[in-house]
């Protein structure tokens, strides 16, 4: 690791989780979530928040398939309109330079999900964006992460 941001600057970090505890206290469900935060960290090439992420969709009970098609989503017929809507909105906003997010990607997603529920997706993006950017810049250590639940047996 290059530097350990968690000891260095911990008010950010603790901004940032209320900023995903606020994301967690929305509507949006769980499993959602964490293929958002997976597809998101795969474009950014973020491998240790790939581990995380995919642990942590495990843990919740995800079915194997879903998480491991995440990846080509388009193709996949495992996710709902609403997942869809969801992964179409990640991908927009997380290559935002080349994308412009299309009016027709809003629409699909004004289409599946409230207004509260657009900007707590929004946000969910936000922060997986940014913790894509510490976890890679930074060089956290990929396989460190164990799940909450790991040890309870």
Known sequence: MRIDYRTVFPAAVNA??????????????????ELV?????????CTYCVDMHT???QGIGMESQRLHLVVVWPEAPVYSP?????LAWCEALTL???????DDVY????????PEEIV???LAIVAINGWNRLAVGLRTAVGSYVH???NRA
């Open 16 to 33: 940032m989780a209320t900023l995903e505890a606020a994301v967690h206290s929305s509507s949006l469900d769980p499993e959602l979530l």
């Open 37 to 45: 935060k997976v597809r998101a960290s795969q474009l950014n090439g």
């Open 55 to 57: 642990k942590d969709a």
């Open 82 to 86: 609403r997942e869809r809507a969801a």
């Open 96 to 102: 935002l330079p080349s994308s412009g997010v299309p």
């Open 107 to 114: 629409e699909q997603v004004a289409q599946q999900f409230s």
């Open 120 to 122: 707590a997706l929004t």
């Open 148 to 150: 909450p639940d790991a």
